[in-house]
T-cell receptor, first 111, second 114 residues
Framework: EDKVVQSPLSLVVHEGDTVTLNCSYEVTNFRSLLWYKQEKKAPTFLFMLTSSGIEKKSGRLSSILDKKELFSILNITATQTGDSAVYLCAVPPGGYSTLTFGKGTMLLVSP | NAGVTQTPKFRVLKTGQSMTLLCAQDMNHEYMYWYRQDPGMGLRLIHYSVGEGTTAKGEVPDGYNVSRLKKQNFLLGLESAAPSQTSVYFC?????????????FGEGSRLTVL
């Protein structure tokens, strides 16, 4: 059975801290891993990773994939209160064009 | 830009009632998905469609039906609602499948079944 496990489930940090969110996966025929951010309502796309060891970066957010160890991390540097959200990791199961999501990490950045 | 629009946004049903959730996208996307989100469970796929006239089951399809008669619309139906179907429902669409590119999500429809 395909699995996506995120850790920690929740995290509280102070503004300015750096955080690392983890996503481990077990899936047949791995093709990609995606990160989404969910604030109050709709999840929004952050990154898609397909190659091991290549960092994707967008401003203060970055992500890297380790296909050998079957995990990905999402880093957020110099956190701001606007980074407070649930961060979702997802992988496509088997040969399907769908996504299996992890349960998410709820990040709260306090001022 | 409307993007992905879900209606209704809120609904309260009694056990046994039926209803339809409508998802409309104006981006000419081929792929559309219905997910449900419950506390502590993450997003779980109910049904999806890879193009007009096609539908397929996801992880938790029981108790739901779907139709994709027009490319821009994806309907999710509950024939006989049960309290276990109390959830927040999200529709998503993508130019390609969620495995190869970005999905765009609607803002969710909160359904309560009493």
């Amino acid at each position: 059975e395909d699995k996506v496990v995120q850790s920690p489930l929740s995290l509280v940090v102070h503004e300015g801290d750096t955080v690392t969110l983890n996503c481990s996966y077990e899936v047949t025929n791995f093709r990609s891993l995606l990160w989404y951010k969910q604030e109050k309502k709709a999840p929004t796309f952050l990154f898609m990773l397909t190659s091991s060891g290549i960092e994707k970066k967008s401003g203060r957010l970055s992500s890297i994939l380790d296909k050998k160890e079957l995990f990905s991390i999402l880093n957020i540097t110099a956190t701001q209160t606007g980074d407070s959200a649930v961060y979702l990791c997802a992988v496509p199961p088997g040969g399907y064009s769908t996504l299996t999501f992890g349960k998410g990490t709820m990040l709260l950045v306090s001022p | 830009n409307a993007g992905v629009t879900q209606t209704p946004k809120f609904r309260v049903l009694k056990t046994g009632q039926s209803m339809t959730l409508l998802c409309a996208q104006d981006m000419n996307h081929e792929y559309m998905y219905w997910y449900r989100q419950d506390p502590g469970m993450g997003l779980r796929l109910i049904h999806y469609s890879v193009g007009e006239g096609t539908t397929a089951k996801g992880e938790v399809p029981d108790g739901y039906n779907v139709s994709r008669l027009k490319k821009q619309n994806f309907l999710l139906g509950l024939e006989s609602a049960a309290p276990s179907q109390t959830s927040v429902y999200f529709c998503a669409s993508g130019r390609t499948g969620g495995d190869t590119g970005e999905l765009f999500f609607g803002e969710g429809s909160r359904l309560t079944v009493l």
